[in-house]
């Protein structure tokens, strides 16, 4: 896809994709304010009735489509027994025609338990896996929280790469007390484990989390100021681009053909339904572009859908205006850039002629050919960009 298609005409330029949420996690790491629980004991047979039920209901509104992607989030869906992920996609097989290259990507821990799982996911119809390594020294995986160690992680990817087609690695940084040249150490080690995919991301404190407790009270010690994360960050892009593995995406970096397809549904305004406890989803059916939410409780979630209703709570109809901005907020972080004609055509105006000139002598954003896109210094303060770009605008439609 070009960057003057990026966006397209509707959904269907961007693809459909399916997103299930699995919310169960071993403990619950004090940065993460994800919909993730920790439970004693999971009825895996009851949640396999309730995932069929809910991919039957919304194959029933989206017949004829062909389905792009599967993403199997959480929480940690490595947890869930090969079966279960098995017994899905055979029944997604069942419910949509699948495109030739379907992605199927599952989030994984890189714990022994989760390990001896992969050969069975990759039997069932998985052909990606996301590690969240998060870190590649103990010390920092103690800190965050995390239940393995760096050897475990480094085995982990090896297992992977050797049973998957495509293999992702997630890493955090900007973490307590590491200074730049410990993080191009610890990137250097990453990059060269092989791997076709690298996200990214910068610690950020939310709210919720026992980090965003700790801060308040002043027991986070050690974070970097924003000078040195900005040369983090800078440190983190030349390092990528020189390993053959650019940012397509501000936190996301691959080789050239092994970008995330399914996250780039989301970024490209595509249709994507989801399902499962939190789960998210934009569907267009009809004339309407509809936001879908399902309960964040796993409890309710499982109650409602076992008890004949559907796993979701009522759909919110998304207005001309409401899909530009969230068009812009999410191609702006794409390096191929918003269409300036797409984001007209759903709001009714073009941005502002003034913020966008502004903008640009500034050196924050380019535009060629109608495509906007952030330049290096822009995705630096991409939301500073977007609150100009958005400040001015007329009325809702």
């Known amino acids: 896809m070009t960057p003057e298609n990026a966006g397209g005409k509707d959904w269907r330029s961007a693809g459909f994709g399916l997103y299930l949420h699995w919310p169960f996690c071993q403990s619950k790491c004090p940065y993460c304010d994800f919909n993730s629980h920790v439970a004693t004991s999971i009825d895996q047979g009851d949640w ?14 989206t017949k004829g489509r062909v389905l792009n992607t599967v993403f199997f989030g959480g929480g940690t869906p490595s947890l869930m027994q090969p079966s279960l ?18 992605e199927v990507t599952l989030e994984a821990n890189p714990g022994s338990v989760e390990i001896g799982r992969f050969e069975g996911y990759a039997a069932a119809g998985v052909n990606r896996v996301s590690l969240g390594i998060q870190a590649l020294d103990d010390n920092s995986l103690r800190r965050l929280g995390r239940l393995h160690s760096s050897d475990e992680a480094r085995r982990a990817i090896g297992i992977a790469q050797d049973v998957f087609d495509r293999v992702s ?3 955090i940084y900007a973490r307590q007390d590491q200074s730049l040249g410990d993080w191009e150490r610890e990137l250097s080690t990453a990059l060269g484990l092989g791997t076709d995919h690298i996200s990214l991301y910068q610690l950020t404190i939310e709210d919720g989390t026992v980090f965003q407790r700790m801060h308040a009270q002043k027991l986070l010690g050690g974070l970097p100021d924003e ?27 691959a080789k050239p053909g092994a970008e995330s397809r399914h996250n780039l549904i989301y ?27 399902a309960p964040r409780s796993p409890g309710k979630w499982l109650d409602d859908v076992l008890g004949g209703r559907p796993g979701e709570m009522p759909r919110a109809r998304l207005s001309g205006t409401e899909q530009a901005v969230e ?34 002598d500034l050196g924050m954003i380019e535009v060629r050919d109608e495509t906007m896109r952030a330049t290096a210094q822009g995705r630096m303060v991409l939301n500073g960009v977007l609150r100009a770009l958005l400040a001015g605008r007329q009325s809702a439609r």
């Not at 960050?233 to 650019?246: S, V």
């Open 48 to 61: 396999q009735t309730a995932y069929l039920r809910e991919i039957d209901r919304v194959a029933a509104e």
């Open 85 to 102: 992920v098995a017994a899905i996609l055979e029944r997604i097989g069942q419910s949509w025609a699948l495109a030739n290259d379907l």
């Open 169 to 171: 690695i997630d890493l």
């Open 227 to 253: 000078d040195l994360s900005a040369d983090m960050f800078e440190l983190t892009q030349g390092m990528c681009d020189a390993a053959g593995l650019p940012a397509y995406e501000v936190s996301n970096h």
């Open 267 to 293: 970024w490209r305004m595509g249709d994507y339904a989801g399902i499962g406890p939190g789960a998210h989803g934009r569907l267009t059916l009809g004339d309407a572009r509809l936001a879908t939410e």
């Open 327 to 360: 068009y812009l907020m999410m191609a702006m972080r794409l390096r191929e850039g918003a269409s300036l004609a797409w984001y007209g055509s759903l709001a009714g105006e073009e941005l502002p002629a003034a913020a966008v000139a502004e903008l640009a």
